[in-house]
């Protein structure tokens, strides 16, 4: 007889879902994003954000919550009812690279978040100075090999997912190279083309209006393989360092909770409107990235996979967590 009433409940249940992922949405959705007006986790979600309204008529609106490493917007979001009307959409250093170098993140993938789908991921770019005369992945181990950690390498900061992917590369080849933090992307990219590092680690939007100066270049990318928009440079894979793959994804979740068919409603909308060439396009000129849309179940896992190898990155180079 319990297992019959368990049954009788269970199926309500699903109904009561499946009856409100048909009326959903029927009130603004509110998006939290931890950066921002104008950065690329923001500016992602509002081309995605103008083609669900355009598609659909959905009422989206863009919650800017900046500051605290990206705490204060995924912590809101985390709390928040689990009804499908509060999003985040975060990247890379939320979820794969704080809980990596932070002791005490107040929020937790498993815990705290259902993963939607990835909106984009897009390859870093490996820039040299031209004066330091480093043309090649190549050149740059030889130099590194032959002055042990006195390669200079900028980074938006200590702890970025650009610090990692550095390290991570650094460690892939055998190198050691010295750490200079910068307080965001754009300073180290102009410390580069200044010659005050030799390199540095950048998202390719910012490396762009800089290489005609010939002040710097472009010596490959921290993907497995070659990025569609610098299909010349080449991947460290293809210059014998294995194994490093590192990217910057930005991703849409929900609050731990939202009745599954929401889940599911959400994927299916969004996804359909990342295969729209105009919102490629633009993810394209935006951020040097490609869209994506996988399912729910394969994000998680990306996730976690890279949360597990920024940890083994932050344990090889010493970095102290914060």
């Not at 009745?259 to 633009?282: G, H, N």
Request: hydrophobic share 45%; net charge positive; charged share 15%.
């Amino acid at each position: 007889m319990r297992s019959l009433i368990r049954a009788a409940v269970g199926a309500a249940l699903c109904l009561c879902a499946s009856a409100y992922a048909q009326d959903y949405p029927n009130k603004p959705i509110r998006v939290l994003v931890p950066f921002a007006p104008g950065g690329v986790v923001d500016t992602s979600t509002r081309i995605l954000a103008t083609k669900l309204t355009e598609r659909l008529g959905w009422n989206i609106v863009i919650d800017n919550r900046p500051g605290g490493n990206g705490f204060i917007a995924v912590g809101i979001a985390a709390k928040a009812p689990a009804d499908g009307y509060t999003l985040l959409s975060a990247h890379t250093g939320e979820f794969a690279v704080n809980p990596a170098v932070f002791k005490n993140v107040p929020y937790d993938l498993d815990r705290d978040f259902t993963p939607i789908t990835m909106l984009s991921d897009a390859a870093m770019a490996v820039v040299v100075s031209t004066a330091s005369g480093i043309t090649s992945f190549k050149d740059l181990v030889a130099q590194a090999k032959a002055k042990p950690g006195q390669i200079t390498y900028g980074s938006p900061g200590t702890g970025s997912v650009n610090h990692l992917a550095g390290e991570w590369l650094a460690s892939a080849a055998g190198i050691k190279l010295l750490h200079v933090p910068y307080k965001g992307g754009a300073p180290a990219v102009a410390a580069t083309v200044g010659g005050d590092v030799m390199l540095t680690v950048a998202g390719i939007p910012g490396v762009a209006p800089h290489l005609k100066s010939g002040r710097i270049r472009v010596i490959g990318v921290t993907t497995a393989k070659r990025s569609p928009h610098g299909p010349q440079w080449m991947s460290p894979q293809e210059a014998g360092i294995s194994g490093v793959d590192a990217s910057i994804w930005v991703g849409i979740f929900a609050p731990k909770g939202v009745p599954k068919p929401v889940v599911d409603k959400l994927y299916t909308e969004i996804a359909a409107a990342l295969k729209s060439p105009d919102v490629q396009e633009r993810y394209a000129t935006v951020a040097g990235a490609d869209t994506i849309g996988m399912p729910p179940a394969q994000f998680h896992a990306r996730v976690k996979r890279d949360l597990e190898i920024y940890r083994k990155i932050v344990q090889q180079v010493g970095l102290q967590p914060q």
